[in-house]
Nanobody, 129 residues
Framework: QVQLVESGGGLVQPGGSLRLSCVAS????????IAWFRQAPGAEREGVSC?????????WYADSVKGRFTISRDDAKNMVYLEANDLKPEDTAVYYC?????????????????????WGQGTQVTVSS
């Protein structure tokens, strides 16, 4: 059974940091592209960062998190991470990890939720003083 499970969310003050984790099971992560998405209340789901493996390794970040967030993966452990620093109230959202074996040539595809087959249940991140 294919499964992704996120953890590491919580309440943090502005300027703080969190490390989100996602463990994959039921499939071999090194044959998949992976990404983090987020969805704030009343907003559409948006791509935060993606780590393309298929067709050549490449990492992309949304402009809103560039320089503050870092995506990483440990394929041997079937783990995906998102290090989030200098958090802002506008980063408040449910964060999801996702995986797909589809080749994603461009930034827009790599961060496009429609291209992802497997999703976790999400972990809440709240940035507030």
């Amino acid at each position: 059974q294919v499964q992704l499970v996120e953890s590491g969310g919580g309440l943090v003050q502005p300027g703080g940091s969190l490390r989100l984790s996602c463990v994959a099971s039921g499939f071999t992560l090194d044959r998949y592209n992976i990404a983090w998405f987020r969805q704030a209340p009343g907003a559409e789901r948006e791509g935060v960062s993606c780590f393309r493996r298929i067709g050549g390794s490449r990492i992309w970040y949304a402009d809103s998190v560039k320089g503050r967030f870092t995506i990483s993966r440990d394929d041997a452990k079937n783990m995906v991470y998102l290090e989030a620093n200098d958090l802002k109230p506008e980063d408040t959202a449910v964060y999801y990890c996702a995986a797909t074996p589809t080749y994603l040539r461009t930034y827009s595809r790599c961060l496009g939720s429609e291209y992802y087959h497997h999703w976790g249940q999400g972990t809440q991140v709240t940035v507030s003083s």
